[in-house]
Nanobody, 120 residues
Framework: QVQVVESGGGLVQAGGSLRLSCAAS????????MGWYRQAPGKPRELVAG???????NYADSVKGRFTISRDNAKNTVYLEMNSLTPEDTAVYYC??????????????WGQGTQVTVSS
């Protein structure tokens, strides 16, 4: 089994920063990519940032220049550094990991989500 666990959410004032962490564990042969989605009240889930094994990154236009995604491959962990936060960033943030097991089988696994709330 594969588990994906996020941490680091919380309440922060506008203009502040938060650092989210997400660790994948279990029967992992290879992690092909990791990243973050978010879902705000009344809005569909959207991709925030992703990073494949090759090191390239992609970001939603709304967070470019403010958020930074990074990986520690040895720890199967992805981070999301969020700066200059605004109330529009308030959402539940979900981590995903694209994992190949030894079967082999490639699947996308999701964390339970961590709440980020940005006050005015």
């Amino acid at each position: 089994q594969v588990q994906v666990v996020e941490s680091g959410g919380g309440l922060v004032q506008a203009g502040g920063s938060l650092r989210l962490s997400c660790a994948a564990s279990g029967s992992i042969f290879r992690i092909d990519g990791m990243g973050w989605y978010r879902q705000a009240p009344g809005k569909p889930r959207e991709l925030v940032a992703g990073i494949p094994s090759g090191g390239s990154t992609n970001y939603a236009d709304s967070v470019k220049g403010r958020f930074t995604i990074s990986r520690d491959n040895a720890k199967n962990t992805v981070y999301l550094e969020m700066n200059s936060l605004t109330p529009e960033d308030t959402a539940v943030y979900y981590c995903y990991a694209v994992v190949t097991t030894r079967v082999p089988r490639t699947s996308t696994y999701w964390g339970q989500g961590t709440q980020v709330t940005v006050s005015s």
